[in-house]
């Protein structure tokens, strides 16, 4: 679990030069690219894994029949091994709006209930269950941070006898804030409330113990720190869920019977297929999506999982910050942060000034309210780093 009061991320990296690694990484030219939360640089492997299946699902019949349902079964177990659950656990979604959607339609709303979600939240997390509250009666409530106050203080301050869901990130998608997500687990469990967690900018690259967190549904989309395609990401839901949940689709592939032979399903349907697999979206055995999803987690398996992943970004982090002190820029950094996402403040008046400037020298980073959002993954060197401080101190 990320503590809401971290220290700031990284420590001393004697040799960046170990921490970057460009070259697993598709050429980005001449262009910055520091908007990973965005979505992610392209790997190599992912391309060549593209490229293959491309080629490969032009001749379907060349391939085993059931071979599509072992390569989803492969990745999905490659997933619970990276991510610390089992494979049961875990569901393909293609996004993140989906996911809730689904974890809606199993949580519903009463009248007199409240949901409580973050204030300036993404509207794949609000949008949901504000209309869901607005039908049944139903109070919306947008957790804000006053002075001196962090995310968690500002949920657990919403929380009381009437809270029916809670759903909030783990990271802030603007600026890296981090939230205490088993303070808020307990809080939760102690109101009776079911939770939902937005992964979105921390998995892959935040060590989550989900099974012990307690959360109903956990999401995240692969084609951001997963480093994978469009399309295709993770639901993780609780026990009860894979037992009891009810999916948005009745698709042909949810249930226990004889894949191809759906001649014998009589009145009584078949029973779901075991653990998450249920929830599994229509399309997911994508002939392109699959292979490119799975050669992303094995590139991050070889970089040795998600802890070092955190570990090196959190190096390239405390550069930034570096980089950022030596021009005298460091105030306008929001802190504490994730160890690989965070943004910077421009002076008053210097925004739109410095914006113009990034894009001048093609430097990529994403504007989010009044900070810039500064993401990068390990195809950035502390060179890039440095010049994008360069860049800031001669805009401001």
Not at 100 to 127: C, F, H, I, K, W
Not at 352 to 357: K, L, Y
Request: hydrophobic share 45%; glycine share 8%.
């Amino acid at each position: 679990m990320s503590p809401a009061h971290s220290p700031a991320p990284g420590g001393p990296v004697t040799d960046l030069n170990s921490v970057a690694t460009p070259d697993a990484f598709e050429p980005t030219d001449d262009v910055l690219w520091l908007n990973t939360a965005g979505a992610a640089p392209r790997l190599r492997a992912v391309t060549a894994a593209a490229q293959r299946a491309l080629t490969d699902s032009a001749r379907p019949w060349t391939a085993p029949a059931d071979a599509w349902i072992e390569q989803t079964e492969s990745l999905r177990a490659l997933a619970a091994t990276l991510l610390h659950t089992q494979a049961d656990a875990l569901a393909y979604t293609p996004s993140v709006s989906y996911a809730m959607a689904l974890a809606a339609r199993n949580l519903p709303l009463q009248g007199g209930d409240n949901v409580v979600v973050l204030a300036r939240e993404y509207p794949s997390n609000r949008t949901v269950w504000q209309l869901g509250a607005q039908r049944v009666g139903a109070v919306l409530r947008a957790a804000a941070a006053r002075p001196g106050e962090d995310w968690t203080a500002a949920v657990l301050g919403c929380i009381d006898a009437r809270t029916a869901v809670i759903c909030i990130p783990h990271c802030h998608w603007a600026d890296g804030a981090l939230l205490d997500l088993a303070v808020i687990a307990d809080a939760a469990r102690s109101a009776h409330a079911a939770l939902v967690i937005d992964a979105s900018q921390s998995l892959g690259i935040l060590e989550l113990d989900l099974d012990r967190l307690g959360a109903d549904f956990v999401v995240a989309p692969g084609h951001k720190w997963l480093l994978g395609p469009y399309g295709l990401g993770w639901l993780w839901a609780s026990p009860r869920w894979r037992e009891h949940g009810v999916p948005l689709e009745q698709t042909a592939l949810a249930r226990l019977e004889v894949l191809g032979d759906f001649t014998t399903r009589g009145a009584h349907l078949p029973p779901y297929r075991p653990g998450a697999r249920r929830f599994d979206f229509g399309p997911y055995p994508h002939p392109l999506s699959v292979p490119m999803a799975e050669a992303a987690l094995q590139q991050i398996q070889r970089w040795g999982g998600v802890a070092a992943l955190s570990s090196r970004l959190g190096g390239l982090s405390a550069h930034l910050r570096t980089a950022l002190s030596r021009h005298g820029l460091l105030d306008g950094l929001r802190t504490p942060h994730a160890p690989h996402l965070c943004a910077w403040v421009p002076p008053a008046g210097a925004r739109d000034r410095v914006m113009q400037a990034l894009v001048t020298e093609r430097i990529i980073a994403a504007q989010r309210g009044d900070g810039i959002r500064i993401a990068p993954h390990l195809h950035v060197s502390a060179e890039d780093l440095d010049r994008l401080a360069r860049v800031l101190a001669a805009a401001c």
